[in-house]
């Protein structure tokens, strides 16, 4: 809804001052119709008008001469007006009034009353129209009155235009959601066999990974209204606010059925309900998720002669929904939509750039697998940051280049070549880039070193080491962990060997170290000293909510030092690497500091076997 300008609201009020301002302009002082005839007798009057019976006139003001009239002031207004009713038969004041050279003026019936109306029903039909916009928003959206409306987007036919051929990367989610479109096209089918839709489907990812667009895509491909809503806008600070809005939200489903409900966001709306008075509960969001339970307990989407109704929802954070709309009957069926594959990628990557002008040199092949990790919406990210590079170098067309800066600035943020970097500095942040360079090759790391780089970054990096998996694993063993514990400790290990100390450059480096080291001996049972047991439980992806496990300090401090011994085992393995390369990380460090960027075959030449 527009927001209403202040003015709008003084507005009538102004109009009704100004009309009883202009009713009660020129009234002037009650006169009897004796005295009137006495005044007009005595040239004491300037002009009247004739309203009907009424008669509104002037006095001369004092020292005022027939032929220089002078207005009266606003001070001697009031005193010079009079106001008098005139009797029905009497027809002596108009040939009075002539002979005594008073200006008269007649305001027929019909026009005073018109206009009287007209001021009177002006301010009541502005009043009346800030009323209705108040209860109804532009485009028929809830206004700032109808607290208790669904906020819910309908979206008709017309204006869904995504289907599953938009949808790449997520074929699994798919061809699982395929039987959803099934049941809204041919409902019958299920009735007659006794099968029940499932009243809930709760498509599960992280974000970015287009769990909205395959709702739409699945309204798209049934052809039925797709009603849109987020979790966040069912809750106001009133309470019953958001109860009330989830009933009107079903009734909006079943009028509009066949139709698609999709709720983005539900952990805003159903996160778990804590214990009753509990500090920090919130009365109102609790209201509101047990009127949801209730409705997705009493609506039947296949009742007879009633259409189909699919309520989806999305969440990036399912450990924090309540248990009881997980429960059968409600949210029943989940449909996770992860991070794709290298396959998924590419996929998805054909779909962005279907109209974005490509060279040939452009293999989408390689793109995607030098973006391991991209869920959907960082490759649509990627490929727009392309098109506007090419753009502003001013090419018709995109080429390989232009993937390769996008991808940097995604990852790394925007190039700053214009800071100003001590010499000294520089040459320390060149030695600790091939540090990790050399200790990621020579360490088993298993990820092959894509680019090396001392530009600055905006992200406040000074420089950054590019390592892509040379394939994609979902499991790792205690050696492959080691040996990224090596990659990441290698930049230290240089800046060690070389200047003999290290600098707060390896800051970051020493957390994801040490992360690794922790998960190694807490959670994956990899350590020899603390034994095959997880001693430490986080929140997991799919499960509930979970803190740390209660252990004795001994414990404790056995991991705490096996967690220290990891890392220093690592530091010294990388150390071992770089002395053994010296000479190789020395030609290295010297090609860097005058190209600033090493890749491709000039980077392979130090990092062969």
């Known amino acids: 809804m527009p927001k209403i300008p202040r003015w709008w609201w003084i507005l009538p009020l102004v109009l009704i001052a100004l009309f009883a301002s202009l009713q009660l302009q020129g009234t002037g002082r009650e006169m009897r119709y004796d005295e009137l005839l006495a005044k007009v007798r005595a040239g004491e009057v300037r002009s009247v008008v004739l309203d009907g019976q009424t008669v509104r006139g002037e006095l001369r003001v004092d020292g005022e001469s027939d032929d220089a009239a002078r207005p009266a002031r606003p001070s001697e207004r009031h005193q010079t007006t009079f106001t008098t009713a005139r009797p029905v038969d009497d027809d002596r004041l108009v040939p ?69 051929d938009d949808v790449a990367g997520v074929d699994e989610a798919k061809a699982e959601l395929r039987e959803v479109i099934d049941f809204l096209k041919n409902p019958d089918k299920y009735r007659a066999l006794g099968a029940r839709i499932p009243k809930g489907i709760l498509l599960v990812g992280p974000p970015g990974t287009g769990k ?29 606010v958001g109860a009330a809005r989830v009933r009107d939200l079903f009734e909006q489903a079943t009028q509009t059925a066949p139709a698609i409900v999709f709720i983005d966001e539900l952990d805003a709306l159903g996160r778990a309900r804590g214990p009753g008075n509990m500090p920090g509960s919130n009365e109102e969001r609790e209201q509101t998720l047990n009127q949801l339970l209730v409705e997705l307990d009493g609506f039947e989407p296949l009742g007879e002669g009633r259409g189909v109704v699919v309520i989806l929802a999305a969440t990036n954070r399912p450990e924090v ?85 996008a ?44 680019k090396v780089s001392i530009v600055p970054r905006s992200v406040g990096a000074l420089g950054f080491t590019m390592q892509l998996p040379e394939r994609e694993r979902r499991l790792f063993t205690r050696s492959q962990l080691e040996a990224q514990m090596v990659a990441l400790v290698g930049g230290r290990a240089a800046e060690e060997l070389v200047f003999g100390e290290a600098s707060t450059g390896a800051a970051d480096d020493l957390r994801k170290v040490t992360d690794l080291a922790r998960a190694m001996v807490l959670e994956h049972g990899l350590s020899e000293a603390v034994g095959p ?56 460090v010297e090609v860097l500091l005058e190209t600033e960027v090493l890749e491709g075959d000039a980077l392979d030449e130090f990092l062969q076997a």
């Open 321 to 405: 929904l309540d248990p009881a709309l997980l429960r059968a009957g409600r949210f029943d069926r989940q449909v996770v939509v992860d991070r794709p594959d290298r396959i998924g990628r590419r996929m998805i990557l054909g779909v962005h750039t279907r109209k974005v002008p490509l060279d040939p040199s452009v293999d989408l092949e390689v793109v995607a697998q030098r973006t391991p990790g991209f869920a959907g919406a960082d490759l649509a990210n990627l490929v727009n940051e392309a098109a506007l590079r090419a753009a502003r170098e001013g090419r018709d067309v995109v080429i390989m280049d232009d993937f390769s800066h």
């Open 533 to 588: 047991v997880s001693i430490e439980r986080r929140t997991t992806y799919l499960g509930g909510l979970g803190g740390g496990v209660e252990v004795g300090g001994k414990t404790a401090d056995l991991a705490d030092a096996e967690v220290r011994r990891l890392v220093d085992e690592a530091l010294r393995r990388a150390r071992n690497i770089l002395e053994t390369h010296r000479e190789r990380l020395e030609r290295m």
């Open 96 to 164: 009075l009034l002539e002979e005594h050279g008073v200006r008269i003026r007649v305001i027929p019936k019909s026009d005073g009353s018109w206009m009287t109306w007209i001021w009177l029903l002006l301010p009541l039909l502005l009043l009346l129209s800030l009323f209705a916009r108040m209860q109804a928003g532009a485009g028929g959206a809830p206004g700032a009155m109808a607290f208790g409306k669904s906020k819910g987007k309908i979206f008709t036919q017309r204006d869904i235009s995504v289907n599953f």
């Open 212 to 240: 909205t667009l395959l709702a739409r895509a699945v309204a798209g491909e049934a052809r039925v209204p797709f009603i849109s809503i987020s979790g966040s806008e069912f809750v106001e600070m009133f309470v019953g």
């Open 407 to 450: 991808q940097d600035r995604v990852l790394a943020g925007l190039e700053q070549r214009s800071k100003l970097i001590d010499e000294e500095e520089r040459k320390r942040v060149a030695y600790h880039e091939c540090g990790h360079a050399l200790a990621a090759r020579f360490g088993g790391s298993g990820t092959k070193v894509h």
